[in-house]
């Protein structure tokens, strides 16, 4: 029988140099499938070389013990796991280029 169950929505962003620069512990950021959920500790925070802020951080994940590293780039998609088997990498890339263009940061994906 077929999976009739609609795609589960999940969300797209583009963080801007202010969302890296501001994320703290208590925050909630992307997790590696695309769900908001609490900050647990920040890795890792610098700038590329074109001066493109970037940070590493943990999130909560089920119970109190597990949790998700994932990262934020200013200006980039974050390129989670619902993104990445929904679509190719080059649809991204388009995605990414639409949402830059449009000044949108963050958009749903149903």
Known sequence: MANTKPPKPFILLVPTAADVAELKIGDR???AFGNYEEVTEITYRSVDVAGNPFVGYYTRFGSDTSRL???YK???LVRTVHASCRHKSAEL???ERDMRAA????????
């Open 103 to 110: 000044g949108e940061r963050e958009r749903v994906i149903v």
């Open 69 to 71: 590293s994932g990262g």
């Open 93 to 95: 890339d388009a995605i």
């Open 74 to 76: 200013a200006g980039e």
């Open 29 to 31: 950021a992307l997790n």
